[in-house]
T-cell receptor
Framework: SQTIHQWPATLVQPVGSPLSLECTVEGTSNPNLYWYRQAAGRGLQLLFYSVGIGQISSEVPQNLSASRPQDRQFILSSKKLLLSDSGFYLC??????????FGAGTRLSVL | AQSVAQPEDQVNVAEGNPLTVKCTYSVSGNPYLFWYVQYPNRGLQFLLKYITGDNLVKGSYGFEAEFNKSQTSFHLKKPSALVSDSALYFCAVRDPGSNYQLIWGAGTKLIIKP
């Protein structure tokens, strides 16, 4: 069966520090991969999606970037974090019929 | 423009009573519709989907949803609510312009009181 791993679960970083969040998927090949941000426990904002290795589409211009160095690995990065980058970050992979399956999320606090 | 609306920010239901969480959509073509649930500090979990066929779709944890094409709605229902159903619920529709993206509702907080 397919599983998705996302880490760390929580992260506290100072303003101006770099960021690297990692997401890996097991049990499927060539999945569509997504990074979302959720502010204040509410709506989801799609940040990036990827349909293959090295193929990244950005939905919202911002302080973040994404990379997909391997088929089942998706990384969210920043060179210098801002206070406004705080939030709950969710990775997901796309399955049949458009269903997306989510990781457990990373709570990022930028102080 | 394609959109999904969840008109209720919060729904309060007594345990044992039926519950409904509302969702309406606006997309071109035939919609692919989804419901997800999110417990505090967790990722979203897929509950159910409608693609085609029977308008009443059954999903996980005893939930079901009714697709109504004329009203462009896809309301989530459960005959008897449990306290453990308390969570944040999201409705989503597949973006017809993309095979990869979902258009998400803003979420509805469901509170089940004992």
């Amino acid at each position: 069966s397919q599983t998705i791993h996302q880490w760390p679960a929580t992260l506290v970083q100072p303003v101006g520090s770099p960021l690297s969040l990692e997401c890996t998927v097991e049990g499927t090949s060539n999945p569509n991969l997504y990074w979302y941000r959720q502010a204040a426990g509410r709506g989801l904002q799609l940040l990036f999606y990827s349909v293959g290795i090295g193929q990244i589409s950005s939905e919202v211009p911002q302080n973040l970037s994404a990379s997909r160095p391997q088929d089942r690995q998706f990384i969210l990065s920043s060179k210098k974090l801002l206070l406004s980058d705080s939030g709950f970050y969710l990775c997901a992979w796309g399955g049949q019929g458009g269903i997306q399956y989510f990781g457990a999320g990373t709570r990022l606090s930028v102080l | 423009a394609q959109s999904v609306a969840q008109p209720e920010d919060q729904v309060n239901v007594a345990e044992g009573n039926p519950l409904t969480v509302k969702c309406t959509y606006s997309v071109s073509g035939n919609p692919y519709l989804f419901w997800y649930v999110q417990y505090p500090n967790r990722g979203l979990q897929f509950l159910l989907k409608y693609i085609t066929g029977d308008n009443l779709v059954k999903g996980s944890y005893g939930f079901e949803a009714e697709f109504n094409k004329s009203q462009t709605s896809f309301h989530l229902k459960k005959p008897s609510a449990l306290v453990s159903d308390s969570a944040l619920y999201f409705c989503a529709v597949r973006d017809p312009g993309s095979n990869y993206q979902l258009i998400w509702g803003a979420g509805t907080k469901l509170i089940i009181k004992p």
